[in-house]
């Protein structure tokens, strides 16, 4: 167990629909970052927040948006959704704002299924 | 553009061998690479490296970075059916881009 918590872990929904991830980062780690995998993508880096504010950016779609609260939990937001936007969805946690020198610890995930 | 290639892509092997898995990369401004071991759930940490020429090791597993010529190997000694996973690696520029590799695959029979 890595201390990082994700919910829900499934979530189910159709086409053109909102939905909402949620991720609480170990205590004591201030960096927060998002991540897509899906069988033909591989792990894809999303977007990383350190204390409340946005640090870097990677392939987020447009209609993705993410922020973090002053408690340092995280939130993911995916809107009109496409088929192709099914994925499990990973939020890691470091103490850190530097990617490069700090060791990430992974939440369990999110499958997300869009029908 | 940056770029990360593992090898092999997919690798089977029985309990006891030892394995070598690659890792190159192009990455501007080099900082660090991490190696992870994804089992079903998610990633979890097994080395950070920035220094050319140190080895890592924990048991049975150890890794090394070249800096010159840009790869990184993970080696698993006496391997167990608990090593089967898939084994990523991801260098960091300092770009605000993190790129991980597609993954060896390896699978450890009894």
């Known amino acids: 167990d890595s201390g990082v918590t994700q919910t829900p872990k499934h979530l189910i929904t159709a086409t053109g629909q909102r939905v909402t991830l949620r991720c609480s980062p170990r205590?004591?780690?201030?960096?927060v970052y998002w991540y897509q995998q899906s069988l033909d993508q591989g792990l894809q880096f999303l977007i990383q927040?350190?204390?409340?504010?946005?640090?870097a950016k990677g392939n987020i779609l447009e209609r993705f948006s993410a922020q973090q609260f002053p408690d340092l939990h995280s939130e993911l937001n995916l809107s009109s959704l496409e088929l192709g936007d099914s994925a499990l969805y990973f939020c890691?946690?470091?103490?850190?704002?530097?990617?490069?020198?700090?060791?990430?610890?992974f939440g369990p995930g999110t499958r997300l299924t869009v029908l | 553009e940056d770029k990360v290639v593992q090898s092999p892509l997919s690798l089977v092997v029985h309990e006891g061998d030892t394995v070598t898995l690659n890792c190159s990369y192009e990455?501007?401004?080099?900082?660090?690479l991490l190696w992870y071991k994804q089992e079903k759930k998610a990633p979890t940490f097994l080395f950070m490296l920035?220094?050319?020429?140190i080895e890592k090791k924990s048991g049975r597993l150890s890794s090394i970075l070249d800096k010159k010529e840009l790869f990184s190997i993970l080696n698993i000694t006496a391997t167990q059916t608990g090593d089967s996973a898939i084994y990523l690696c991801?260098?960091?520029?300092?770009?605000?881009?993190?790129?991980f590799g597609a993954g060896t695959r390896l699978t450890v029979k009894p």
């Open positions: 890691a946690s470091s103490v850190g704002g530097l990617a490069e020198y700090n060791e990430q610890f």
């Open positions: 990455v501007t401004n080099f900082r660090s």
């Open positions: 927040y350190y204390n409340g504010e946005e640090r």
């Open positions: 991801a260098p960091k520029g300092n770009n605000n881009d993190m790129r």
């Open positions: 205590s004591g780690d201030l960096s």
């Open positions: 920035t220094s050319s020429g």
